[in-house]
């Protein structure tokens, strides 16, 4: 699968400047020490504000089925790639803890192919599903060195 880095789409615009938006309301709070913010970076939305923006601008090739951020859940549709007709792909993101940490996130790929008009299931290479995990996380740790920087 090739991830494409195409303009999002307004609703992922919308859903990313909310999420900033959020993020930048927790930073207001004076009790508690920069670094901890930083560490943990929950807000409103429910989920760790790092890891959730850096999984809706990862998938955001793809259409938006679901974005629930208060579980955490980012569900893409049916994504083709016009480069290859023949195949789809179709992507889930969980994010489990408030944490940035490599274990709060669980991603999932379902790939079909095309055969005699249908769309038939196919498997994922593991590789795909932990490569998507690594751009998350090294997203995520980005926009966490820039908000502490």
């Known amino acids: 699968m090739t991830v494409m880095h195409s303009a999002p789409a307004k609703m992922f615009r919308t ?7 959020a993020a930048l309301g927790a930073c ?3 009790d508690r020490p920069k670094a901890d913010l930083a560490a943990s970076q929950v807000t409103t939305i429910g989920v760790n504000s790092y890891l959730w923006r850096a999984a809706l ?3 955001s090739f793809a259409p938006l089925l679901q ?8 569900v893409t549709d049916w994504y083709t790639n016009p480069a290859n007709p023949g ?19 669980r991603v999932a790929a379902s790939r079909q192919i095309a055969q005699g008009g249908t769309w038939v299931d196919a498997p994922v290479q593991a590789a795909t ?8 996380l090294t997203k995520a740790r980005d ?3 820039q908000a502490i920087g």
Do not use: F, N, Y
Request: charged fraction near 30%; glycine fraction near 6%.
């Open 129 to 136: 599903v932990q490569k998507l995990e690594d751009i998350i």
């Open 67 to 74: 974005a629930d951020s208060a579980g955490g859940v980012i």
């Open 143 to 145: 926009l966490r060195r």
């Open 87 to 105: 195949e789809r792909v179709k992507v889930s993101v969980t994010i489990l803890d408030q944490d940035l940490r490599a274990d709060a996130l």
């Open 28 to 30: 207001a709070g004076k």
């Open 15 to 21: 859903a990313l400047a909310l999420a900033a938006i």
């Open 57 to 59: 601008e990862t998938v």
